[in-house]
Structures are given as structure tokens and as C-alpha cells.
């Protein structure tokens, strides 16, 4: 038998047999491990992606067979994810800015919190989507500002 080679939350792991799985019906199974039985769940199944989400005793995993172009794909680089650099922030919305999270120079990456902007009663935290330094801050917080405003510039 011949080990395969299992992605189980990022970590590589070398299975040569050794373990039993009874299907209960589709979704449900259990694991039998060293003697042991572990209950188990498929949360999410990609199989285009050799990928499945599965819940074993209320602990979540993600698992990826490895495939024969993984190592080609991560060689070439084409298996990181491109991450595009910001030019500046508009305005989604009119609206008031309540809190400015950021101060010129700050380097953010992308989720980092940039802005909190007023609009119809609700508070909308805008999040950077994607890397940059803050070069400068066109708004004031307090101040008013229509959809499109550019509010901050990036280097």
C-alpha cells in the first residue's frame, strides 16, 4: 500500500493505512483509530478541490489530499494568493465619519480596520481590501461626506 499525503489545518500528514471508516449515511461516519471510534460529520465537501470540511468530536478540521501538481503549482508561486495594493479610499455611501482608526504612515493589510462612516443610523466599519501605507487623510472625524468622496490616499 502506498502512503498518501493528507493537509489536515495546514499541516502535511503521511497516512499508510490503518483506519476504518463506516458510513452511517451520507454525512455521517465513524472513525475507528488504534482501537478507538471518533464520531464524525462532513461540514463542507469540495471535491473539485480535493477538499472536505469535517467535524470529528466537536472538533472542526480542514483536509486536502494532495494531489500531483501541488508541488508544481507551489514551485511557480501560482498557489499564493495575489493581494492588491491599495490607491485610495472612497466613500460607499454618504454619510458622517464617527472614527478615523488610522494616522498617516500606518501600514495595513488587508481587514485592518480603516474607518467608521455614519449612514441611516447604522455605524459601517470599512476594512482595508488590500496593502498599503497611509500617505494621507483627506476627512476629519465629525465631518459629512457624499458617496465617492475620496477620504484617504495610499502610497
Known amino acids: ?4 499525503v493528507w493537509n489536515i ?3 502535511d500528514t503521511v497516512s499508510n493505512g490503518g483506519s476504518v471508516v463506516k458510513w452511517d449515511d451520507e454525512r455521517f461516519f465513524t472513525l475507528t483509530f488504534n482501537g478507538k471510534d471518533f464520531y464524525g460529520e462532513i461540514l463542507e465537501e469540495k ?5 472536505l470540511k469535517i467535524k470529528i ?3 472542526v478540521f480542514e483536509v486536502k489530499k494532495k494531489g500531483e501538481l501541488d508541488e508544481l503549482i507551489a514551485a511557480l508561486g501560482l498557489d499564493v494568493p495575489k493581494v492588491r495594493k491599495l490607491k485610495e479610499l472612497q466613500a460607499p455611501m454618504p454619510g458622517r465619519i464617527v472614527n478615523i482608526a488610522v494616522k498617516v504612515g500606518d501600514e495595513l493589510n488587508v481587514g485592518d480596520e480603516i474607518l467608521s462612516l455614519e449612514a441611516m443610523k447604522m455605524e459601517n466599519v470599512l476594512k482595508a481590501e ?6 494621507a487623510i483627506l476627512i476629519e472625524s465629525g465631518q459629512v461626506v457624499e458617496k465617492g468622496a475620496v477620504l484617504i490616499e495610499f502610497e
Open 1 to 4: 500500500m502506498t502512503n498518501q
Open 130 to 135: 488590500g496593502v498599503g501605507i497611509v500617505k
Open 9 to 11: 489545518d495546514g499541516k
Open 57 to 59: 468530536n466537536h472538533r
Open 47 to 51: 471535491t473539485e478541490d480535493h477538499r
